[in-house]
């Protein structure tokens, strides 16, 4: 367990900076000298260097031994907050996230992997559920933190403050993962690495991210103004309720890990429809203020329910060649999240109304829910099991 702890402490490392700059936009756009706006390039710049960096790093680093992989990642996010800290302009500071973003990508794909390897076959979703904890968490913790650190000391603190957690975490890792820890996950070479994403398991599960993103983030994207003009809450509410909904997505995170490592496909298909009727009940509450609170909080206990599973299972259906299918990860997560924010603000666009978004959802879960099925039948048909790893064959 103590393995699996470090590799937490990086995972809400990256994580709290990945969304912190969310919370001291207005501060960093003035400190810049730019617009709001432009200075938003900063959030999708980072998500591009996850979606693109993260997984070419990976492919390139496959001969790395894994243990020194996850610290030198770990360094170069702590030597790039503190860059960060010290930006002179927005160019730079622009230039420093996505090189952090590419380092975050190749991160939580190979943390993944190892995470897996560090436990019994029947553990491994709570192994990932640990990793992925790790992103829920710094936002209950991480961010409302950095923001208050940012409010009071500038919005410079915030990654001194980051780079101070990233020196934690290498110290932790140094200290917890063994040396040997991902050897058995030897490098596949490209063209294996590449062929083991045409197994139906693998591209099933990267559509199933996609949908569950559209769910999650067709909607979370525009929350706030949601809860204001459709629920009729005061402002101040508004922190309140999204601190709920990331505690919800904590225990939902565990919960997912457990149901993944008993009935893997029969509980993510439940839980993509439970999704999908919470989706079609925040429509339906969405004006009234106290049953939309407690919708928002189980919905966001569900969409990491969900996400544990689905990685469990591409992890697992990809272990003799997990160095590119690992790190597509992250990047099917980001690239689901710009699609459904696009998504969202064309039917907004359209005059559809806020209400509309669950709505998206929905339908995009039940999506989710016949490729599941059909993924499910082929695979029972064709009585596949997943590989062994690499080393064990």
Same mark, same amino acid.
């Given at each position: 367990?103590?393995?699996?702890?470090?590799?937490?402490?990086? *995972?809400?490392?990256?994580?709290?900076?990945?969304?912190?700059?969310?919370?001291?936009?207005?501060?960093? %756009?003035?400190?810049?000298?730019?617009?709001?706006?432009?200075?938003?390039?900063?959030?999708?710049?980072?998500?591009?260097?996850?979606?693109?960096?993260?997984?070419?790093? %990976?492919? *390139?680093?496959?001969?790395?031994?894994?243990?020194?992989?996850?610290?030198?990642? =770990?360094?170069?996010?702590?030597?790039?907050?503190?860059?960060? %800290?010290?930006?002179?302009?927005?160019?730079?500071?622009?230039?420093?996230?996505?090189?952090?973003?590419?380092?975050?990508?190749?991160?939580?794909?190979?943390?993944?992997?190892?995470?897996?390897? +560090?436990?019994?076959?029947?553990?491994?979703?709570?192994?990932?559920?640990?990793?992925?904890?790790?992103?829920?968490?710094? &936002?209950?913790?991480?961010?409302?933190?950095?923001?208050?650190?940012?409010?009071?000391?500038?919005?410079?603190? =915030?990654?001194?403050?980051?780079?101070?957690?990233?020196?934690?975490?290498? *110290?932790?890792?140094?200290?917890?993962?063994?040396?040997?820890?991902?050897?058995?996950?030897?490098?596949?070479?490209?063209?294996?690495?590449?062929?083991?994403?045409?197994?139906?398991?693998?591209?099933?599960?990267?559509?199933?991210?996609?949908?569950?993103?559209?769910?999650?983030?067709?909607?979370?994207?525009?929350?706030?103004?949601?809860?204001?003009?459709?629920?009729?809450?005061?402002?101040?509410?508004?922190?309140?309720?999204?601190?709920?909904?990331?505690?919800?997505? =904590?225990?939902?995170?565990?919960?997912?890990?457990?149901?993944?490592?008993?009935?893997?496909?029969?509980?993510?298909?439940?839980?993509?429809?439970?999704? $999908?009727?919470?989706?079609?009940?925040?429509?339906?509450?969405?004006?009234?203020?106290?049953?939309?609170?407690? $919708?928002?909080?189980?919905?966001?206990? +569900?969409?990491?329910?969900?996400?544990?599973?689905?990685? =469990?299972?591409?992890?697992?259906?990809?272990?003799?060649?997990?160095?590119? *299918?690992?790190?597509?990860?992250?990047?099917?997560? &980001?690239?689901?999240?710009?699609?459904? $924010?696009?998504?969202?603000?064309?039917?907004? &666009?359209?005059?559809?109304?806020?209400?509309?978004?669950?709505?998206?959802?929905?339908?995009?879960?039940?999506?989710?829910?016949?490729?599941?099925?059909?993924?499910?039948?082929?695979?029972?048909?064709?009585?596949?099991?997943?590989?062994?790893? %690499?080393?064990?064959?």
């Amino acid at each position: 367990m103590l393995p699996l702890i470090a590799l937490f402490i990086a *995972a809400f490392a990256f994580g709290t900076t990945e969304f912190v700059i969310a919370g001291v936009l207005p501060e960093v %756009a003035q400190g810049l000298d730019v617009s709001v706006p432009t200075a938003g390039y900063l959030v999708s710049g980072y998500a591009c260097g996850i979606a693109i960096g993260g997984p070419l790093l %990976a492919l *390139a680093t496959t001969r790395v031994p894994r243990k020194a992989l996850l610290v030198g990642l =770990t360094i170069a996010f702590t030597l790039g907050q503190a860059a960060c %800290a010290l930006a002179p302009d927005f160019t730079a500071m622009l230039l420093l996230r996505i090189l952090v973003a590419v380092a975050h990508g190749c991160y939580f794909g190979v943390a993944m992997v190892v995470a897996v390897g +560090l436990v019994r076959e029947d553990q491994r979703g709570r192994a990932v559920a640990v990793i992925l904890s790790g992103l829920t968490v710094s &936002n209950v913790i991480g961010v409302p933190a950095g923001t208050a650190i940012g409010g009071l000391w500038g919005w410079r603190a =915030t990654f001194w403050v980051m780079g101070a957690l990233g020196v934690v975490a290498i *110290a932790a890792m140094l200290a917890l993962l063994p040396r040997t820890a991902g050897a058995a996950n030897r490098p596949a070479g490209l063209a294996r690495e590449v062929r083991v994403l045409g197994r139906q398991q693998v591209w099933t599960s990267l559509i199933l991210m996609l949908m569950l993103m559209i769910g999650q983030f067709g909607l979370f994207t525009y929350i706030t103004p949601t809860l204001l003009e459709v629920t009729g809450l005061d402002e101040s509410l508004i922190p309140f309720v999204l601190l709920l909904n990331g505690v919800g997505a =904590t225990i939902g995170v565990f919960l997912g890990g457990r149901l993944a490592d008993w009935k893997l496909m029969p509980s993510l298909i439940a839980m993509l429809f439970l999704q $999908a009727l919470m989706l079609a009940v925040i429509y339906a509450v969405s004006p009234y203020p106290v049953p939309m609170v407690i $919708a928002v909080v189980v919905w966001g206990g +569900l969409n990491f329910a969900i996400g544990a599973p689905i990685q =469990t299972r591409i992890l697992a259906w990809t272990a003799d060649a997990s160095n590119l *299918a690992s790190s597509l990860i992250p990047s099917g997560f &980001n690239v689901g999240i710009a699609l459904a $924010a696009s998504l969202g603000a064309a039917m907004l &666009n359209a005059g559809l109304g806020y209400r509309s978004l669950p709505v998206a959802g929905a339908l995009a879960m039940l999506v989710a829910v016949a490729v599941a099925l059909a993924s499910q039948s082929w695979e029972w048909r064709s009585r596949a099991t997943p590989p062994l790893p %690499a080393a064990a064959e």
